[in-house]
């Protein structure tokens, strides 16, 4: 740290993302990209504007979220665009925190929120997930501070009810409360319906999991039209091109033929429920997936151990060190042959 870093962020940690090797192939099941590329429409969309690199994006977004608002079925006034959903998670944290408002969110959930928090200044408090790591639904219920809650759960996989989230929701009338539905599209239940009947409600959603645009950087929050004003404010106060030209003519390419996101969504069902089968036949116990990951724990081989031997072989996945995870390996849902990989792996690692 050099003596110009500010005091107020001296302490700060910033968050490590999974690993993304250079040079050696391995199978990539570490940070739940899509395992299969993004459409053709999509490819050429890309292409389409290299030549006009010289010009801004437009700031307001305009094609996309006309595109968008066709498909999801909400007003134009209701959505934003963000650089990746982390921008939008960050925007949250600035424009619905403060010392009145401080942030809650699980003790083991996505690991930015913590981050986000410390580099806004926020203070915020962490509830644990019980034993079997489901959330604590009673403990959110008029907490009175700014709910961030991923739904489905990362890195355990499991998925609240809609209806369980309306009480939290309902029962927090004068804090905003974010759903970050990262992992949404393999199955689980969307929040986006309550945005016309709650206020204080933002669901956050992004291109890079469902929608195999990780690399694109492209992520959205919709909510009633004064939350999405208040995130413009940050938003133009921040970065107003924070979508880059490329990115924006992707990601309408990519809604106008959504057909193709669904048909990928059903194919990672099918290869989880494969991997879930296999995992189980070999001793690993793990919570109920509604993801495109299973976090899983061998009965007998250390999570670490899983994970290095792992890695000799070729295979990455995401081993946390946190004291009631340390057992556990999260696995992004490959295709079906980079799971028969993965089996085959296990099964020499656990003789
Ligand atoms: C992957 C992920 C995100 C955001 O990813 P972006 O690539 O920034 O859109 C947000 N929340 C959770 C829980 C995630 O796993």
Do not use: W
């Not at 924006?248 to 059903?266: F, H, M, P, Q, S």
């Amino acid at each position: 740290m050099s003596s110009f870093f500010s005091k107020t962020l001296s302490g700060l940690e910033p968050y490590v993302p999974g690993e993304q090797p250079a040079g050696v192939k391995y199978i990539k099941l570490n940070t739940n990209e899509n395992p299969y590329p993004p459409c053709e429409a999509v490819v050429r969309a890309a292409e389409s504007q290299a030549k006009q690199l010289h010009l801004y994006s437009d700031p307001d977004c305009r094609e996309l979220i006309k595109a968008f608002c066709s498909v999801y079925g909400v007003d134009e006034n209701e959505v934003i665009f963000t650089n990746g959903s982390d921008d939008i998670l960050n925007f949250a944290f600035k424009a619905f925190c403060d010392s009145e408002h401080p942030a809650v969110f699980a003790d083991i959930t996505y690991g930015f929120y913590p981050v986000f928090a410390a580099v806004n200044c926020v203070p915020f408090e962490t509830i644990p997930l019980k034993d079997d790591f489901t959330q604590d639904i009673s403990s959110y219920i008029g907490v009175g501070k700014t709910v961030f809650i991923a739904n489905p759960n990362a890195p355990t996989g499991i998925a609240l009810k809609r209806s369980e989230i309306e009480r939290i929701i309902e029962s927090n009338p004068d804090n905003v409360v974010v759903v970050d539905e990262a992992y949404v599209d393999f199955g689980a239940e969307s929040c986006l319906p309550l945005i016309k009947k709650y206020k204080n409600l933002l669901v956050t959603q992004t291109f890079s999991k469902s929608r195999s645009m990780a690399g694109a950087r492209l992520g959205f929050g919709v909510a009633c039209r004064e939350l999405i004003a208040d995130l413009n404010t940050i938003r133009f106060s921040t970065n107003p091109y924070n979508i880059n030209r490329m990115t924006a003519t992707c990601g309408v390419a990519c809604l106008k033929n959504d057909a193709y996101t669904r048909e990928n969504c059903e194919k990672i069902k099918k290869n989880r429920a494969y991997l879930e089968k296999n995992l189980a036949a070999m001793e690993f116990s793990f919570p109920p997936s509604m993801t495109n990951f299973v976090f899983a724990k061998h009965n007998c081989v250390s999570g670490e151990k899983v994970y290095l031997e792992l890695k000799k072989r070729g295979i990455l996945v995401r081993h946390f060190t946190g004291s009631r995870i340390a057992d556990y390996n999260r696995i992004t849902v490959g295709t079906r042959e980079q799971c028969d990989s993965l089996i085959n792996a296990l099964k020499e690692i656990i003789q």
